[in-house]
């Protein structure tokens, strides 16, 4: 990583590029795998880790391997907070578009998170709100997060929850959803089909390169939200995804 950069603090900068290297591996490494990567001589890669041990923002494991710490937890928390914030603009842009609701969630661990909604002004709609968690297989906007996924990974995440039915129609056979997240990736969208709450359909699209996994939806009345109106809102929808994407990006520039 270099260092070149006004006011850049070399150390700082190569203590994010470990963490972030131990996140690409999945949370867990070995100083000779951050050293191959980084390019970085071992008793660099040895004093930096050894510092953010201290601080609790990386732990070593009984194996002597390093993961990721406990401290992180509060920033992601923070950073997803923010995220939300950021998003409720272009939410409200949707509302006004669309005249339904508008959520922004995250994946985190095996479930979708909500962090940011814009409500429709309609007496009758969703009443998901922000903090709420749902199981991603029978949301929306967890079946466009998960199409994201490699199929081992999704195949890991379903055997885990369970792919409990919340409605009826909720998918709950792993070969069966597998085969609609590549009718997603085709596509380009997510449809949730009275699948999470009957009476409510939700189109949902990820945000491109978001910092964290994330996804934006439009939900409302299955009455309201008719095949024509899809086709008239998941243009809207993917032109928000796409121009949240380029504001995240300019944040972190």
């Given at each position: ?116 909604q814009a409500p ?11 903090g709420r968690r ?56 997510a449809i949730d ?61």
């Amino acid at each position: 990583m270099s260092s070149d950069r006004a006011g850049g603090v070399q150390s700082i900068e190569r203590a994010f590029d470990l963490l972030e290297r131990m996140a690409d591996a999945g949370g867990e490494i070995g100083l000779s795998e951050l050293s191959a990567g980084s390019g970085l001589p071992l008793p660099t890669i040895h004093r930096l880790v050894r510092t953010l041990v201290d601080c609790g923002y990386v732990r070593q494991q009984p194996n002597r391997r390093y993961a990721l710490g406990p401290r992180l937890i509060r920033l992601g928390e923070g950073a997803s907070r923010l995220l939300g914030t950021w998003a409720r603009p272009y939410l409200a842009e949707l509302v006004e578009a669309t005249g339904e609701t508008a959520n922004m969630a995250l994946l985190d661990g095996d479930e979708v998170v909500y962090v940011a909604q814009a409500p429709s002004r309609h007496s009758m709609r969703m009443f998901t709100e922000v903090g709420r968690r749902v199981l991603p297989h029978s949301a929306g906007v967890g079946k466009a997060l998960l199409a994201q996924l490699p199929p081992t990974e999704v195949r890991s995440l379903l055997a885990r929850t369970g792919m409990p039915a919340a409605t009826v129609k909720t998918i709950t056979d792993p070969d069966a959803f597998l085969t609609e997240l590549d009718r997603i990736r085709t596509l380009g969208y997510a449809i949730d089909d009275n699948e999470q709450e009957v009476g409510v359909r939700c189109l949902a699209v990820t945000v491109p390169d978001s910092p964290t996994a994330a996804a934006i939806s439009v939900s409302g009345p299955a009455g309201r939200l008719t095949d024509t109106a899809t086709e008239k809102i998941v243009p809207v929808l993917q032109d928000t995804a796409r121009r949240l994407s380029a504001a995240l990006t300019a944040q972190g520039t």
